[in-house]
């Protein structure tokens, strides 16, 4: 699947579209037991549901895609809301990725109606996924934040640790925020000191993901131990320790589908 980004429709777009549909963080999906698909429908209104707001995204292999806000929780029959996370794996990953794409382009429009110096009303500015302020002539653009997520190997054995902020008792590679003047490696390290108290070397860029609770971009990169013995910072960290391959596959580790879960297996398929 092709998925080419737009802010304006072209004209002759077919009257079908995706419809990527959310009511708080919650995903409108299109129900069969256990399995979830995106609504691909003319029409919302035509299917009971109203939005408040709708954005136009581009084309997925040349067929329309919008996102919108619903202004209330009713689903039409045969379809229900689901936390965006819990779609983790069962939506094609294209469709998954829309769907975070859509969550952080209705969530900033909904938060940017009003300009935050004046207070005045928000409004669109022409061909640009951006809101201006006619009287402080300043832009809104959606928010990304972005944050590096670390594979650290010492020998035959990587880093994993477990947050206080995971939801269950998973172990994870480490990951934080950068900060506002940071460089990814300064921020690598930073964390990686923070948290563990070990220094770190050989930063490798490894890939990124974009992830929408609500709207980081997370940036990978492998390292390798460079000195120092491990030191938890108590207050994020409950454990952390260094892992084989043997006892990785005793641990609950992150789910497909992340970039966590691919650094992790990254690992594991290692030769050296
Ligand atoms: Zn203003």
């Not at 009971?48 to 954005?55: I, L, S, Y």
Request: hydrophobic residues 40%; contains cysteine.
């Amino acid at each position: 699947m092709r998925f080419l980004p737009a802010v304006v429709p072209p004209p002759g777009l077919g009257s079908e579209a995706w419809w990527f549909l959310y009511h708080g963080d919650r995903l409108l999906v299109e129900t069969r037991g256990e399995a979830a698909g995106i609504p691909f429908w003319s029409d919302p209104a035509g299917r009971g549901v109203r939005t408040v707001r709708a954005q136009y995204l581009g084309t997925l292999d040349g067929r329309p895609c919008f996102s919108g806000e619903l202004d209330g929780p009713a689903a039409p029959e045969g379809a229900g809301f689901r936390p965006l996370r819990s779609l983790l794996g069962i939506l094609p990953d294209e469709l998954f990725s829309l769907a975070g794409r859509a969550f952080q382009v209705v969530d900033w429009d909904r938060t940017h109606q009003y300009c935050g110096i004046c207070g005045m009303r928000t409004e669109p500015v022409e061909g640009e996924r951006a809101k201006g302020c006619a009287r402080c002539g300043i832009q809104f653009f959606p928010r990304v934040a972005p944050a590096v997520i670390v594979a650290v190997v010492r020998d035959r054995k990587i880093l994993l640790a477990q947050a206080r902020r995971f939801p269950s008792a998973f172990y994870s590679v480490l990951a934080g925020f950068v900060e506002p003047g940071e460089t990814f490696e300064e921020c690598v390290r930073r964390e990686v000191r923070e948290e563990v108290g070990i220094e770190v070397t050989n930063l490798r860029y490894f890939g990124s993901q974009p992830w929408p609770f609500p709207h980081q971009l997370m940036v990978g990169f492998t390292a390798e131990h460079a000195g120092g013995d491990l030191a938890i910072e108590e207050k994020e960290i409950i454990r952390a320790g260094w892992f084989d391959a043997d006892e990785i596959a005793r641990l609950e580790v992150p789910r497909h589908g992340t970039i966590a879960r691919r650094l992790i297996e990254w690992f594991l398929d290692r030769k050296e």
